[in-house]
C-alpha cells in the first residue's frame, strides 16, 4: 500500500497597499520585484502542493501569474488593511478555494 502525500496550500498575501513604501511587493530589488523572491523560495518548498497568492492588487495578481502561480481571486479590500489579521486573510482564501 502507497500512502499518498497529502495536498498542502501555500498561501502568500501579498497587500497592494503599504504605509512605508508605496507598491512594496512590486519594488525591484536586484531587477527582480519583491514578492518574486517571497514565490522563488515557497516553490522550492518540498511539502506544498498548491500554491497562490492573495492579494487586493490587480498588479500583484498579474505579476504573481507571470511567474507561474495561481490566483483565483481578488481579496476584499476589508481584509487589507493596515490592521488585518492573518487568520481572517487565510480563512477566505481557503473558503474561495474549496
Same mark, same amino acid.
Given at each position: 500500500?502507497?500512502?499518498? $502525500? #497529502?495536498? %498542502?496550500?501555500?498561501? *502568500?498575501?501579498?497587500?497592494?497597499? &503599504? /504605509?512605508? !513604501? ?9 531587477? $527582480? #520585484?519583491? %514578492?518574486?523572491?517571497? *514565490?522563488?523560495?515557497?516553490?522550492? &518548498? /518540498?511539502? !506544498? ?50
Amino acid at each position: 500500500m502507497t500512502k499518498k $502525500k #497529502p495536498n %498542502i496550500l501555500g498561501i *502568500i498575501p501579498a497587500r497592494g497597499g &503599504s /504605509k512605508g !513604501i508605496k507598491k512594496k511587493n512590486l519594488y525591484k530589488l536586484i531587477n $527582480k #520585484p519583491l %514578492i518574486e523572491y517571497t *514565490i522563488n523560495e515557497a516553490i522550492k &518548498s /518540498k511539502l !506544498i502542493t498548491d500554491l497562490i497568492v492573495s492579494s487586493d492588487s490587480h498588479e500583484i495578481l498579474k505579476t504573481s501569474e507571470s511567474l507561474g502561480l495561481k490566483t483565483p481571486f481578488i481579496r476584499p479590500k476589508y481584509l487589507s488593511q493596515d490592521n488585518t489579521q492573518s487568520f481572517p486573510v487565510i480563512e477566505h482564501a481557503l473558503k474561495n478555494m474549496q
